[in-house]
Antibody
Framework: QVQLVESGGGVVQPGRSLRLSCAASGFTFSSYGMHWVRQAPGKGLEWVAVIWYDGSDKYYADSVKGRFTISRDNSKNTLYLQMNSLRAEDTAVYYC??????????????WGQGTLVTVSS | SYELTQPPSVSVSPGQTARITCSGDALPKKYAYWFQQKSGQAPVLVIYEDSKRPSGIPERFSGSSSGTMATLTISGAQVEDEAAYYCCSTDSSVSLRWVFGGGTKLTVL
């Protein structure tokens, strides 16, 4: 079965950096695009970024563009989110989710359990 | 920036039909997706491409879209359907960026 496991969250000071990881298993990781979605405490879902199956294209929400970088290592079945210049408003649970393949699977059909990032001095 | 608008809350009694709406200017051209999120859990996809239901999702969940509004319908809502529901779609101008609605808290009591 599809499994996505995020890690790397924690408490970090404003202005510092953090890298999140999402380990994938149970499917052919290199065939699927991947998303990061976040949720601030008590708030709604916010889409963060997407990367194509081969890493050739990436898109970001305006709120993180220029500060966050999505990447992947298909040899390790792992998705990453490099977060720089962190702000208090980046405090959230960060989820990775699988994109869809036309005619096979729907976007966001599988999600990890999330990892909490707290930006605080 | 593109926005999807949902009502903050909807309340129904068990067995009644719950309807949750999502409005967005690009919905006539873009698919809507719906997610259920129970407290402390990751979201779950319940409807994709406006009206398709993933395997394992009960038949009481259905979706439709007309003009600038998409609707999630739960026919015969159960107490276990109480959750937050989010719509989602792609950005009207940059089709590979995604947007979530603000979420609707469904109360079934």
């Amino acid at each position: 079965q599809v499994q996505l496991v995020e890690s790397g969250g924690g408490v970090v000071q404003p202005g510092r950096s953090l890298r999140l990881s999402c380990a994938a298993s149970g499917f052919t990781f290199s065939s699927y695009g991947m998303h990061w979605v976040r949720q601030a405490p008590g708030k709604g879902l916010e889409w963060v970024a997407v990367i194509w199956y081969d890493g050739s294209d990436k898109y970001y929400a305006d709120s993180v563009k220029g500060r966050f970088t999505i990447s992947r290592d298909n040899s390790k079945n792992t998705l990453y989110l490099q977060m720089n210049s962190l702000r208090a408003e980046d405090t959230a649970v960060y989820y990775c989710a699988r994109d869809g393949v036309v005619g096979v699977t729907a976007p966001f059909d599988s999600w990890g359990q999330g990892t909490l990032v707290t930006v605080s001095s | 920036s593109y926005e999807l608008t949902q009502p903050p809350s909807v309340s129904v009694s068990p067995g009644q039909t719950a309807r949750i709406t999502c409005s967005g200017d690009a919905l006539p051209k873009k698919y809507a997706y719906w997610f259920q999120q129970k407290s402390g859990q990751a979201p779950v996809l319940v409807i994709y491409e406006d009206s398709k239901r993933p395997s394992g999702i009960p038949e009481r969940f259905s979706g439709s879209s007309s003009g600038t509004m998409a609707t999630l319908t739960i026919s015969g809502a159960q107490v276990e359907d109480e959750a937050a529901y989010y719509c989602c779609s792609t950005d009207s101008s940059v089709s590979l960026r995604w947007v979530f609605g603000g979420g609707t808290k469904l109360t079934v009591l």
